[in-house]
């Protein structure tokens, strides 16, 4: 079974970059056809959608995020990361990483979210 | 951009009864290939989200069967025949036809 944890400061500065870290278990991150996914919930709101990188390196991102946003993975770490720049306190949210296998089965692993505040 | 317009967004249901959802988008959600990429997630209260329905109508394993999707095109229902007690939490819509967009939510709460 696949699980996901998500990793990384719960404080993030102003104008600073957010880092965060998913790593994941029960299978190779780069096993064909999984998406690997970041969204983010702001306190008390529905979800967003961040992007996704896929198994083989490919992305993809919200056009509202894109010029902010930068998803990588290590293949031997088993992780994938989020980079989100310039960050306000907008950007305030609990951050998921979620997994799947295909395009139709997105989100079929979740982790258990980790909230990063921006503040100074 | 796609826009997912949900529901109610605050449902209220009495135990037993059936509640319905829906979830309509600004555009049609068929895709070039034929498939319609509309799931619906579920997130109980300080829980992660979890999927329940995917392509429309299609119940993810572990799913109670008292959940059914249904619709076409631009017009999509969550139907809980016999709403029960674990029930409660917020439903969402998503689509991944045209990017990746979610619903506003719907809050479900028993009466």
């Known amino acids: 079974q696949v699980q996901l944890q998500e990793s990384g400061p719960g404080l993030v500065k102003p104008s600073q970059t957010l880092s965060l870290t998913c790593t994941v278990s029960g299978g190779p991150i780069n096993s064909g056809g999984y998406y690997w996914s970041w969204i983010r919930q702001h306190p008390g709101k529905g979800l967003e959608w961040i992007g996704y990188?896929?198994?083989?390196?490919?992305?993809y991102y919200n056009p509202s995020l894109k010029s902010r946003v930068t998803i990588s993975m290590d293949t031997f770490e088993n992780q994938f990361s989020l980079k989100l720049t310039s960050v306000t306190a907008a950007d305030t949210a609990v951050y998921y990483c979620?997994?799947?296998?295909?395009?139709?089965?997105?989100?079929?692993?979740w982790g258990q979210g980790t909230l990063v505040t921006v503040s100074s | 951009d796609v826009v997912v317009t949900q529901s109610p967004l605050s449902l209220p249901v009495t135990l037993g009864q059936p509640a319905s959802i829906s979830c309509r988008s600004s555009?049609?959600?068929?895709?070039?290939?034929?498939?319609?990429?509309l799931n619906w997630f579920q997130q109980r209260p300080g829980h992660s989200p979890r999927r329940l329905i995917y392509?429309?109508?299609n119940r993810d394993s572990g799913v109670p069967d008292r959940f059914s999707g249904s619709g076409s095109d631009t017009d999509f229902t969550l139907t809980i025949s016999r709403v029960e007690a674990e029930d409660v939490g917020i439903y969402y819509c998503?689509?991944?036809?045209?990017?990746?967009?979610f619903g506003q939510g719907t809050r479900l709460e028993i009466k």
């Open positions: 998503m689509q991944g036809t045209h990017s990746i967009t």
């Open positions: 990188i896929y198994y083989s390196g490919s992305t």
């Open positions: 979620a997994g799947g296998l295909k395009w139709e089965l997105l989100f079929d692993y």
């Open positions: 555009q049609s959600l068929v895709y070039s290939d034929g498939n319609t990429y």
């Open positions: 392509t429309v109508s």
